[in-house]
T-cell receptor, first 109, second 116 residues
Framework: GQNIDQPTEMTATEGAIVQINCTYQ??????LFWYQQHAGEAPTFLSY??LDGLEEKGRFSSFLSRSKGYSYLLLKELQMKDSASYLC??????????WGAGTKLIIKP | GAVVSQHPSRVICKSGTSVKIECRSLDFQATTMFWYRQFPKQSLMLMATSNEGSKATYEQGVEKDKFLINHASLTLSTLTVTSAHPEDSSFYIC????????????FGPGTRLLVL
């Protein structure tokens, strides 16, 4: 079957760095996405990785290793507004998104 | 990024009535749109995949006669919740696929439905 695993909840301190991991097993691979979702709002697109390596976009970076079925989202210089759920999703061979359950990130002052 | 709009943002209706939700891709053409439902504190659940000009593909357990989807054009898909009941109260979110080399899904802002 298809499976996306990510931690349920993480806590970090304002100004610090946090890494949210995602492992996947899917039928085919056409890219991995990270989305941010604040409570009561729709998800917003953060990043897309289809090749191995690190993609940096401001305070957020995303890493992919296809051979390991592994990705992480790295958030630097954490701000209180970064408190949200972070969703990992993989596009399978049918170009359908398979979603993880999301990681709730709590930022403390 | 690409913009997807959704209307209405919030709707309250009586049990037994039907509710239509519109999803539009504003600055790109979307051959494929997706409809999701999200209950409080739960993950997104894909309801159906909507392809322009053809019938929607529904996920297992989603009643196609209850959740009518029409993908009328490359920029508009509608979801109609027919004979809504309180258990249909949820957050409904659409997304549209951009296509191209770096295909991405962008989400609408969601519609919060409350059935009394």
């Amino acid at each position: 079957g298809q499976n996306i695993d990510q931690p349920t909840e993480m806590t970090a301190t304002e100004g610090a760095i946090v890494q949210i991991n995602c492992t996947y097993q899917t039928s085919g691979f056409n890219g991995l996405f990270w989305y941010q979702q604040h409570a009561g709002e729709a998800p917003t697109f953060l990043s897309y990785n289809v090749l191995d390596g690190l993609e940096e976009k401001g305070r957020f970076s995303s890493f992919l290793s296809r051979s390991k079925g592994y990705s992480y989202l790295l958030l630097k210089e954490l701000q209180m507004k970064d408190s949200a759920s972070y969703l990992c999703a993989v596009m399978d061979s049918n170009y359908q998104l398979i979603w993880g359950a999301g990681t709730k990130l709590i930022i403390k002052p | 990024g690409a913009v997807v709009s959704q209307h209405p943002s919030r709707v309250i209706c009586k049990s037994g009535t039907s509710v239509k939700i519109e999803c539009r891709s504003l600055d790109f053409q979307a051959t494929t749109m997706f409809w999701y439902r999200q209950f409080p504190k739960q993950s997104l659940m894909l309801m159906a995949t909507s392809n322009e000009g053809s019938k929607a593909t529904y996920e297992q357990g989603v009643e196609k006669d209850k959740f009518l989807i029409n993908h009328a054009s490359l920029t508009l898909s509608t979801l109609t919740v027919t004979s809504a009941h309180p258990e249909d109260s949820s957050f409904y979110i659409c997304s549209a696929r951009t296509g191209g080399a770096r295909e991405t899904q962008y989400f609408g802002p969601g519609t919060r439905l409350l059935v009394l």
